[in-house]
């Protein structure tokens, strides 16, 4: 079976979400996950928390909810946040091409900017549809914040997440994904020859490249791909989690980093506990293909998982080690 995804970016009302999923329910797609893009601005993980906790309850067919913050930014209003939440974003729909999975994705939550770098992330690596949703009702919109949705109990809270489809307007966005080209745009921006002269041409109409080398944008631009081309392949398989610990005191925070991980990150095949030691919290690369992360017990000593990945190449490698860093900032 094809999965169907949903991915969503997320500001201070919930509600976009449930609205997107609602509006896929009725045309018949069903979605088993959820991704959600998001910072780490208060009323945007105050609404996280909410959404983790109502989408598997309300919707039966949602098995898993993935949050994804981005570092440790409360905006996007810096190049450093602009070029990390566009990776992550291109990282995100690059894998689910990969798995040949149908991914939905709704750029109706959170600020301008990530709308805006959400629809160009879908222009390079596609999607199945990329769409908005418009709140007909101002009023609503306004009381369907989280402000007000945490002094809510849980029926006045699914009246507002789940309103009335005749105030919501369900708006389809054209799009023409480049993943087929993605490798040739590359070589490009390198400066290797390719045989597909309209490649350069799209490049430098769009401001990439001139006289024939990147422009400042498009070593930003090559910078990106690069980054996401550099990945692993996700695993073809369901990850495996052996855990054999039973320490009570532990047992359950190691869980959930594991499951934290499997659900964060396509390129893990396997998950094991292992020995604990004290120090800093941190991950190390253990060749050829994995990664040992060390986390905080709270009890003064670091907890321990051995990573399993797909990774092929030492930059691959690398490239996992970066990424699995970001859980422990």
């Keep these: 079976m094809t999965k169907n995804v949903l991915i969503g970016t997320l500001g201070e009302s919930p509600a976009v979400v449930t609205e997107a999923q609602d509006s896929l329910n009725d045309r018949k797609i069903t979605i088993h996950e ?17 959404l983790m906790e109502h989408l598997p309850v309300y919707y039966n067919n949602i098995k898993n909810v993935n949050p994804i913050t981005i570092g440790a930014y409360e905006d996007i209003n810096s190049e450093e946040a602009v070029m990390e939440f566009m990776e992550t974003a291109c990282d995100q729909l690059r894998d689910m ?11 109706a939550g959170g600020r301008k900017t990530m709308s805006a770098l959400m629809t160009l992330a879908v222009q390079i690596y596609g999607a199945k549809e990329l769409f908005h949703i418009i709140v007909e009702d101002p009023e609503l919109e306004d009381r369907s914040r989280i402000g007000n949705l945490v002094h809510c109990d849980e029926e006045e809270q699914n009246e507002m997440l ?11 966005m054209p799009f023409i994904g480049l993943f087929p080209w993605i ?3 590359v070589k490009t921006l390198k400066g290797e020859k390719i045989d597909k002269k309209e490649i350069s041409e799209l490049l430098s109409s769009n401001g990439l490249m001139e006289d024939n080398k990147p422009t400042s944008l498009g070593e930003r631009f090559l910078d990106i791909l690069g980054r996401v081309e550099s990945m692993p392949d996700p695993c073809t398989e369901e990850p495996k989690i052996t ?13 959930e980093m594991a499951h934290r991980l499997r659900q964060r990150f396509s390129f893990i095949c396997e998950i094991r506990d292992t020995d604990w ?19 905080p017990s709270g ?31």
């Design 34 to 50: 959820v991704i959600l893009l998001t910072t780490m601005d208060h009323d945007a993980l105050y609404s996280l928390d909410l």
């Design 162 to 172: 789940h309103p009335d489809r005749g105030n919501i307007t369900h708006i389809s």
């Design 97 to 107: 091409q990969k798995r040949g999975w149908n991914v939905y994705v709704s750029i």
């Design 243 to 255: 855990l054999k610990k039973k320490e009570p005191k532990y047992k359950k925070k190691i869980e």
């Design 277 to 295: 030691k004290k120090g800093d919290p941190k991950v190390k690369i253990e060749r050829p293909d994995k990664l040992k992360i060390y986390f």
């Design 183 to 185: 490798k040739d745009i």
């Design 299 to 329: 009890g003064g000593y670091n907890l321990s998982l051995m990573l399993t990945t797909t990774a092929k190449t030492p930059g691959q490698l690398e490239k996992c080690k970066r990424e699995v860093e970001k859980i422990l900032e």
